[in-house]
């Protein structure tokens, strides 16, 4: 995939540690005290993510906000209080996608992209920021416990 390869390096893309490839493009001058300590107001980065790989469960300290910029629509699988759910981000008209979506503080989260052989570039903004202090990946047992009905989408991305 030329394009992929032309986006990591134009964007200067690095590899995330969830999955896919990701580059901080703003992190806010202001910072606000919260419950894990000082952190910037907002951050926003570009994620990559291709039809190989997976943004494994994970959760951060924050509300974050997806927004689709090209490729193939993606799913974000998201674990919360409320069961499972999936959002899908990606054009509108395409099978209840949204170019923007809003993941909830406190839930547990991680993506993939919809079609094979493809690719989906984002971008996401953290308020209050993201830091990676505040990041946590799940094992699926840790996972498996609170959500016993979700095993194959558990299993799938840990």
């Not at 910072?31 to 190989?52: A, P």
């Not at 494994?56 to 927004?67: L, N, Q, R, T």
Request: aromatic share 10%.
């Amino acid at each position: 995939m030329e394009r992929v390869k032309q986006l990591i390096e134009e964007l200067n893309l690095q590899p995330h540690p969830e999955g896919g490839y990701y580059g901080e493009t703003y992190r806010s001058a202001l910072t606000i005290n919260t419950d894990n300590g000082r952190r910037n107001l907002m951050t926003s980065i570009y994620f990559l993510l291709t039809s190989d790989n997976i943004s494994k469960f994970h959760s951060i300290a924050g509300h974050e906000i997806w927004y689709h910029h090209e490729g193939s629509p993606l799913t974000v699988h998201v674990l919360s209080e409320s069961g499972y759910q999936r959002l899908k981000v990606g054009p509108v008209g395409l099978e209840g996608n949204r170019p923007q979506v809003l993941v909830p503080e406190g839930s547990i989260f991680g993506s993939t992209v919809d079609a094979e052989e493809a690719y989906c570039l984002v971008s996401c903004t953290v308020a209050p920021g993201f830091d990676f202090a505040d990041f946590r990946m799940y094992t699926a047992e840790e996972l498996l416990e609170k959500w016993p009905d979700c095993a194959e989408v558990i299993r799938r991305l840990t």
